[in-house]
Structure formats: structure tokens, C-alpha cells
């Protein structure tokens, strides 16, 4: 029988080739230190990963801005600072010439109470009140704020890039900021980031759509 699971896989689009069929998914580490900087742990943890032998590892998510925490402990990489620590934690990923992409994410209105302040959604639809004990109240996106957090998404893959990881993952699932855009049932927005699925997925593929080009909103991403 061949063995499937050993064999290279190319990903057309970009001429990447991914070593093998094995990929470490993302999950959260919390293992960030006081000013949200990967950790000698958390880079040594990535070295054990990538002599594991996966093709691709997928990092736990990375915020993309140090006031929108999920979680005690995450990464945070909004400017290039500390980029150093992040280029060893790239290094340590990689070293067994498999892929390691960021996962990037906001989390949104699902922030920990006490951690944040204050929630941002596409709507202020409040939790159901088992879970408001958990989660900080949530404030609807202005325009402006929108805009805001896509260049913020764009800023952190690049510099995720810079450090060295070979891409990223965007995080659109777990009811954070991406997936809240999607649902209808947290998304009551009524301008062009709300009510069709085509306005709802606007912010998404507006993440995800590549810097240079012109959207078709006009905007120039950053
Ligand atoms: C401790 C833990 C942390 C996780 N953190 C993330 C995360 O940061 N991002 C993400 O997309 N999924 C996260 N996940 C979900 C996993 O990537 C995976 O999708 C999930 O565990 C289902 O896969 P499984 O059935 O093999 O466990 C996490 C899972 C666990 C157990």
C-alpha cells in the first residue's frame, strides 16, 4: 500500500510543498510572558513540535492587538518590538524544514471579564446571561473601528511574515470576531457589513484580501 501519508503535498496557489500529509493544528498555548512575547518555553515547545516531524504546524492564536486579549497568556504581535523573540519562535518552528504558520485572530466580544473592558462585535447583542458572568460587555464597531482592526490583521501577518514564519492562518471560527461578522444572529448590523451573507463575509475576505490590491470598497488596505 503506498504510503499517502508521507508524500509531499504541493499547495498550488502559492508553490508551496508541505513535506507531508501530518499538520499540528492550532491551539493556545497561554504560555506568553508579561508583555505578550513568545517565552523561552513556548519557542522550545515549537523546536519539540517541529522535531515531532509534522509538514505543517499551525501556531495556538496570536492576537492581533494587545487590548483585545481571549485568554491570560496569549501572544500579542502589533508591532515589531519585541520581533526577535518572535524570529527565534519562527526559527524553532521551521527547523525541520516543515511550514509553521501564525494563527492570527480578535477575539471579538469573547474576552474574559476582567482581562478587558469592554467587548468589540459588529453588534452590541449581549451574551445569554449564563455566560455574562464570563465575558465582558460587548460595544458595536464603528465604521472607522472596522477599518481599524483589517489594517490591524494585515500589520500582524506581515509582520509574522518579517519574523519568519512561512504564512498564516486567519482565525474565523470559535464565535471570535470573524465568525461574530458571519452569524446572522451576532451580525444585526444594517450597513454593508451586515444582513446578506455577501456583506457579512465583507469582513473576511477584506482580512484576507492581499495588501496591495484595491478593494472594491475603494480603500486601499494598509
Ligand atoms: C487546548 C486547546 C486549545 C485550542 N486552541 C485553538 C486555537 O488557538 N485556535 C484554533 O483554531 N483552534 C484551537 N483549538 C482547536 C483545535 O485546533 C482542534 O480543531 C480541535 O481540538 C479539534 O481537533 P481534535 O478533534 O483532533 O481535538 C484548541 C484545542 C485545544 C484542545
Not at 34 to 40: L, M
Not at 99 to 118: A, S, Y
Not at 185 to 203: K, S
Amino acid at each position: 500500500m503506498t504510503d499517502h501519508l508521507s508524500e509531499p503535498l504541493l499547495l498550488k496557489k502559492r508553490g508551496i510543498v508541505v513535506k507531508n500529509r501530518f499538520m499540528k493544528s492550532a491551539m493556545s498555548e497561554g504560555m506568553a510572558s508579561g508583555t505578550h512575547a513568545p517565552t523561552e518555553e513556548l519557542i522550545h515547545l515549537y523546536e519539540k513540535w517541529a522535531e515531532g516531524g509534522a509538514g505543517l504546524i499551525v501556531t495556538g492564536n496570536v492576537m492581533i492587538r494587545g487590548d483585545a486579549l481571549g485568554e491570560p497568556g496569549n501572544v500579542v504581535l502589533e508591532d515589531a518590538g519585541e520581533l526577535h523573540l518572535f524570529r527565534k519562535w519562527a526559527e524553532a518552528g521551521t527547523k525541520n524544514g516543515n511550514e509553521c504558520w501564525m494563527q492570527i485572530n480578535h477575539p471579538g466580544k469573547q474576552v474574559v471579564r476582567g482581562l478587558v473592558r469592554e467587548g468589540q462585535a459588529p453588534s452590541a447583542i449581549p451574551f445569554a446571561p449564563e455566560f455574562q458572568r464570563f465575558f465582558a460587555p460587548p460595544r458595536a464597531l464603528t465604521a472607522a473601528g472596522i477599518d481599524e482592526i483589517i489594517r490591524r490583521f494585515k500589520r500582524t501577518a506581515s509582520l509574522a511574515k518579517e519574523a519568519g514564519f512561512t504564512g498564516v492562518q486567519i482565525h474565523a471560527a470559535h464565535g471570535y470576531l470573524i465568525s461574530q461578522f458571519l452569524s446572522p444572529r451576532h451580525n444585526r448590523r444594517t450597513d454593508e457589513w451586515g444582513r446578506p451573507i455577501e456583506n457579512r463575509a465583507r469582513f473576511l475576505r477584506e482580512v484576507c484580501r492581499p495588501s496591495a490590491r484595491r478593494s472594491e470598497r475603494g480603500i486601499r488596505s494598509a
